[in-house]
């Protein structure tokens, strides 16, 4: 009997760069998964190939598995991207002990930033099927969320005031770091190396 192989594809509808960047800050949109055959694919490719995302296919990474991969226009260079999945459903596609091996319980998930004529996109590359106690499941939906990081974010100083009749409330602070927690000796050659008069000091 001849065996009859579907190569499994995924169709997505991208929306167009010219518009306001999707994603702003801790954005989350839900979004499916269309997987078809060959048959239902060749009905879209004469239409506007440009409209469509089709999967590549990252042998070194994945084999011959698909893998979806997603082109969002961000607003921040630096972004951190999570993918929570909604709903799974049986994958009938043959695959080698060796593809086998490649699909976790988790998804197996890349990204990176990249600027286009000013405008900074997230690429985003992940093997939409996963292993399961019931066996290998394909994703149908999934939740994409994508979070800016705030570079060169400072802690708030924190003030202190003391009362004027306080010790505290005259004199000079030093602020010496430590590498790790313990008991240290500080020594007069010490606190001179450190450019303080310890002449004026008054223990």
């Known amino acids: 009997m001849k065996s009859i192989v579907f ?69 921040s260079k630096s972004n951190n991207v999570n993918i929570k999945i909604n709903s799974l459903s049986n994958v009938f596609f043959p695959s080698s002990e060796r593809n086998k091996a490649k699909i ?3 998804i197996q998930l890349d990204y990176h930033t990249v600027k286009e004529n000013n405008q900074f996109f ?8 996963v292993i399961t106690n019931e066996g290998i499941k394909k994703i149908d939906t999934y939740q994409l969320e994508i979070n800016p990081i705030k570079e060169y974010a400072t802690t708030p100083k924190l003030l202190i005031s003391y009362k004027s009749n306080s010790v505290l409330a005259t004199g000079n602070w030093y602020k010496i770091a430590v590498k790790e927690e313990g008991i240290y000796k500080i020594s007069y050659d010490f606190l001179k190396n450190l450019g303080i008069d310890v002449n004026n000091i008054k223990p």
């Open 122 to 129: 997230a690429l985003i590359n992940f093997l939409p099927i």
């Open 7 to 75: 190569k499994v594809f995924i169709i997505f509808v991208i929306q167009l760069c010219f518009c306001k960047p999707l994603f702003a800050q801790n954005s989350i949109v839900t979004k499916n998964i269309n997987w078809v055959s060959d048959t239902v694919l060749n009905q879209y490719l004469h239409i506007n190939a440009a409209q469509f995302d089709f999967p590549r296919y990252n042998p070194e990474k994945f084999g011959n598995l698909p893998n979806v991969y997603l082109k969002i226009p961000v607003n």
């Open 104 to 106: 976790k319980e988790d």
